[in-house]
């Protein structure tokens, strides 16, 4: 294949404007924070940047599909997942506003979190510029720096509180487990580039699908797949999930659980569709007993958490089964399922997580999430239980949330490729959950216990984090009733299919 | 336009009640009332007016007395599309019935957060009538689904603690899941026949007229038949399915189970008639014979349980099992008159067992225990409660007169020629029915007087709610001619359906 000198015209710079913005507002808020210390103006400029990036993507759209260098293929479905990554960025951008405090000394105590505050928002948005390279490469090379930029920064991110044992705990496992998973990540692709003798997607997949696969190209995709897997906290590859949610802050386990992991999930969506290699034989089998096994365990270890954080994180282990059952059935609606059960997922986690952080609000050292200090919760904040339980209904798939539609959509995928099997799970896996979804809800609604608690503040309605919740929340109803708009925005969000 | 006012109406009345607890716990009540009033008017304004000789009917495009149809999801060809016909009507004035009754009967039950108590009631039955009306069978399930999470908040929130280790939140789990994941099944046996129709015709849609014209293989129509038949199934309940039924009765509050036992079992039994049957004529035909030995299992199952019971809404709720039992053998058995029968059984019993728990309920009120073997000389100790106890207990055994017993006899009539063994086993349901009603008033009303302090009486709230149900059921059972004549079109297109699919069984064979 030629490879033509690449020429970058402004349609180039149109496409990869959000990256640029994002990348932009890095550097900006780096130097904001040089000049002068100031949370509310880093929260600003963090706002700011954010939002000018998701307004970027309007003109990127224009411009889509196009190829910019081999790495990006900025198409609407790159656009679509940069949109979701940008959105869950800058929810958890408010959150982490609420969840740091305001700096104000009362009574004597400093409220809030205690050290410097500034570099969360920088590594947030580092992390974010990752998640856009990761939705929008077709390359391995690209993958694998999208991936890296994604997670280096969590390192730092989960362990924020570093004078917090569980949180610098839940860091470090974090960093050396991911560690690995990027080096299996990496050996994986060294195999396939030595089969393929190329690094593009849909190069290997053209030239694998004449080879019907050789065992080295089997195996190369396997430990990519094993990489990739840590990432998404699949079953067998899980057992760091619990632990970091539990230890890291509540706004940044909302970041991993939603941004994080939707970036993954596209790129992994991408190879998947564009390297045919990767789909018969023994990997979809394999594959189908990681979806499996992810629905069942993710399901039945939540069963026995009575912490709200460890049971958000095995939940989000049975959705990302879930989404491989849309994954695996790769036709027909597949892609359109993942990308609504995607958009209805970081909804609710978004919502849930948010809910965790605003009862944690301000920093103090613990994060409100055992399950006793919920109990009653509705007596004394009910618009943050309503939030709370649309969340759970939402995630439990019950109609008139868009965790139904996301659920609908991807049974239907099922059915349509007749994959029987992982319905059953599927099925199972949700009447299981059901179960601890519901008692994290009656929990809510049960007489108060007379404890001393930790409340969110009265006021937390009216400040951002508040606000951006009950807009949340809203959405998650409003789409539950009605998801046309959705529907016809992810119908739009084609791969482009890749000239060669 | 009148179809989604029905379901609107207690969707927004339930939000008024919630609203209207700031302004005292009696304005709810009110409102509820008003708006359970309201649809029970609108409900029968409809009876009386419509014509429900429209009903669908093999053959031709599906007719219906009323129809509602706007675009919703046009991306899976799926619309709110609601129709009305003679058995919807029933059913539809039934749910406002029982929703005034169960109003009513939480007056002086329900003390705390009544607001949010009566937001889930009204949800509850706003979700019902969907489910009688929705007839694109998206909109089906998603009503389906969606009135299980009030009832959930119903029996957990206000329910009564049971025995130990049988608390209300355990009960109304077990409801749930048992309901949601048979749920699940349901969608995929739909979204199978949307597929295979999509398939066929390039179009997706849900709406019931299309997916009527599926041309289904025999393999595929079986298992599609089976995902419904599961769904209905554990609703309805058919024995192996029921565990959840007295769970969820003995705990929840009275109007709980007055809904519970009152319409929401009676929403499987309309499942089948309106959506497996006609979908699945073939499949259900050929089904037939293991679910009548299904429904007299539960018949003899749920009556032997019923009278080993101590807990006496136990009891009541068990004996529901045994009467849904006639009523699937109707609806399988492919008899016009059976069909019929099961309609006015539905019907009667709805009204029979809402009198009962609420009975219940006004004892527990009085007695703080469901327990009989707490209670027994009731009779001395006060006036009306025993005497409608008994009334109600001879309604539930079928007793010449009222409402059940013409459900009854018109199901054994009609069923003897399609399957007369199953109808003689299902007869001996009625012997052992008189016996578990008789030992339950013989326990709770008659015997030793275990306190003789005097009981205070029912007030005429209580009194005039019961002696409604009476009067009702007894008319029933006198004059059932305008419930025959209201169903007979629908019944007729059902039967149709399915004696079509009995021939061709029976010539293939």
Redesign the interface.
Known sequence: MEHHAVEFTTQHLIALLPLLVTCATVVVVMLAIAWKRSHGMTFVLSVIGLNAALLSLLPAIGVAPLQVTPLMQIDTFACYYMALVLIATLACVTLTHAYLGEATVSDGKTKGYPRNREEMYLLLLLSAAGGLVLVSTEHLAGLFIGLELLSVPTYGMIAYAYFNKRSLEAGIKYMVLSAAGSAFLLFGMALLYADAGSLSFAEIGASLAGASGSQLVQIGIGMMLIGLAFKLSMVPFHLWTPDVYEGAPAPVAAFLATASKVAVFAVLLRLYQLSPATAGGWLNDLLTVIAIASILFGNLLALVQNNLKRLLGYSSIAHFGYLLVALIASKGLAVEAIGVYMATYVLTSLGAFGVITLMSTPYNGRDADALYEYRGLFWRRPYLTAVLTVMM?SL?G???TAG?IGK?YV??AG??AQLWWL?GA???G??IA??YY??VM?TL??NEPNLQRHDAPFNWGQRAGGIMLMLVAALAFILGV???PL??LV?QAGLATVAL | MILPWLILIPFIGGLLCWQGERFGATLPRWIALLTMSLLFGLGLWLWGTGDFSLAPAPGAEPRWAHEFQVQWIARFGISIHLAMDGLSVLMVTLTGLLGVLSVLCSWSEIHNRVGFFHLNLMWILGGVVGVFLAIDLFLFFFFWEMMLVPMYFLIALWGHSGSPGKSRITAATKFFIFTQASGLVMLVAILGLVFVHFNQTGVFTFNYADLLKTQLSEGTEYLLMLGFFIAFAVKFPVVPFHSWLPDAHAQAPTAGSVDLAGILLKTAAYGLLRFALPLFPNASAEFAPIAMYLGVFAIIYGALLSFAQTDIKRLVAYSSVSHMGFVLIAIYSGSQIALQGAVVQMMAHGLSAAALFILCGQLYERLHTRDMREMGGIWARMSWLPALSLFFAAAALGLPGTGNFVGEFLILIGSFPAAPWVTVIAATGLVLGSVYSLIMIHRAHFGPVKNDSPLPGLQFRELSMVLCLAVLLILLGVYPQPVLDTSAASMQGVQQWFSGALNQLATGQ
Request: glycine residues 0%; charged residues 5%; without cysteine.
């Open positions: 209904l439990a019950i109609p008139l139904f609908f049974i239907a059915v349509q319905i599927l099925i199972l949700s009447a059901v179960f519901l008692r009656v609604f049960l009605y998801p046309q529907l016809d119908q």
